[in-house]
């Protein structure tokens, strides 16, 4: 057999996910898992009767239509206009996809030319960094330091070159909590605008913000013609794994991603896009709700890892929790969190590995707080362990 490596120079390098690394240690050593980000309770209900319903009358049960269930795309448009006041067309202006990953996918094979530039903060969600690959365009990150990690703007105009094609936002921001500000938002569009670049925006956390309000940067004059916004019902309904994203922008943007997304899963979960086309239009009650109960269990979270000694970097929105390791005389993120499942019997994510500048997260490490509160109290008392 030839020498020549069997994975292609695109993915060399990506290996496992460390959601899949830290998991199987959680399994192996029957540790807490808040590492990988799903909620330990299902979503309404409602809602999982809702896809039972489908299931049984036969819907969705065949391949769906390419772009989505019209359902469900009314759904996303009516939801689109009921938070935010943007209007899209449900025909035209609203793409289903598996997920927002695979959204994200198809975007980035999209939009990209192979040697274009593809501005994003780090740490980054761990998909962006393959996705960006496999269009064999080039990630340039804009580095979200601690403590707030606020983006630096004028590093972000700095990074722009004649090669930028994209910027690939991503607010709430998965790991660090950091919700964009309105000013924020405005210069960054201001920049879009000024160097005619695209926008891909993830806003898989938009039902999420503590502080602050999320605003849609697709809201902002001039940005609806540029932008491409993605969401899905995984975070926001606690149904990770039906895996119904969207895509909402202008319809030949959207006709872009639909002819990549076509040749990716062509279409997806069938029955459960029934379902999500009702999660939709849920009262205010069900996002008022679910966003003060998690911030409740941030609030919990957070105080029980400070009382165990990290360092606690409070989170705007998601649901994350970043910490510091400093405290405890440590500085390697990986190491302590292969460590730690032996040490303590708690499985999280070391925020190292969403950075290309080994130094800027070395020592940060991530908690996830959609558990149920007597697993997280369980598990922050287990972590106090670390100065006893
Ligand atoms: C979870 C997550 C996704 C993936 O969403 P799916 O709908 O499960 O594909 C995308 N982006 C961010 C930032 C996430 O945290």
């Not at 959680?26 to 299931?55: C, H, K, M, W, Y």
């Not at 080039?138 to 910027?167: G, N, V, Y």
Request: glycine letters at 8%.
């Amino acid at each position: 057999m030839s020498t020549r490596p069997l994975l292609n120079r695109r993915l060399g390098g990506l290996g496992t996910t460390i959601f899949a690394e830290m998991s199987a240690l959680a399994s192996a050593t029957g540790a807490i898992n808040l590492g990988q980000g799903f909620p330990d309770t299902d979503g309404p209900e409602e809602i999982r009767e809702a896809a039972v319903r489908a299931l049984r009358e036969g819907k969705g049960n065949q391949y769906p239509p390419g772009p989505g269930v019209p359902e469900l795309r009314a759904a996303i448009a009516e939801h689109q206009q009921r938070f935010y006041d943007l209007a899209f067309d449900p025909d035209t202006e609203v793409l289903v996809t598996a997920g927002a990953t695979e959204a994200i996918a198809a975007a980035m094979l999209a939009l990209l030319e192979p040697g274009d530039e593809v501005i994003a903060f780090e740490p980054f969600y761990d998909s962006y960094t393959a996705c960006i690959a496999m269009a064999g365009a080039k990630r340039i990150p804009l580095t979200l330091r601690a403590p707030s990690f606020r983006p630096d703007l004028d590093e972000l105009q700095a990074k722009i070159t004649p090669q930028t094609r994209l910027l690939l936002l991503n607010t709430p921001h998965n790991p660090t909590g950091m919700v964009l500000s309105a000013e924020e938002q405005d210069a960054i569009a201001a920049l879009a605008i000024e160097h005619d670049l695209l926008v891909v925006t993830d806003e898989v956390y938009e039902h999420l913000v503590y502080e602050g309000t999320h605003h849609p940067i697709a809201t902002l004059p001039g940005m609806r013609e540029r932008t491409v916004s993605i969401s899905s019902a995984g975070k926001t309904f606690s149904f990770t794994g039906w895996k119904v994203g969207w895509v909402t922008a202008n319809g030949p943007l959207v006709s872009a991603v639909r002819t990549a997304k076509q040749y990716l899963t062509y279409v997806s979960s069938g029955p459960f896009q029934y379902a999500i086309a009702e999660a939709l239009r849920l009262p205010d009650s069900f996002f008022d709700g679910f966003r003060a109960d998690l911030q409740r269990k941030r609030d919990l979270l957070g105080e029980g890892l400070r009382a165990a000694g990290f360092e606690v970097y409070q989170p705007q929105g998601t649901y994350f929790i970043t910490t510091d390791i400093t405290p405890f005389g440590e500085k390697d993120a990986s190491a302590f969190c292969r460590a730690l499942p032996r040490r303590c019997g708690v499985v999280a994510v070391p925020n190292s590995v969403f950075y290309d500048d080994p130094d800027a997260g070395r020592s940060q490490v991530r908690f996830t707080f959609c558990k149920k509160d007597d697993v997280l109290r369980e598990a922050t008392s287990r972590l106090q362990r670390l100065t006893s």
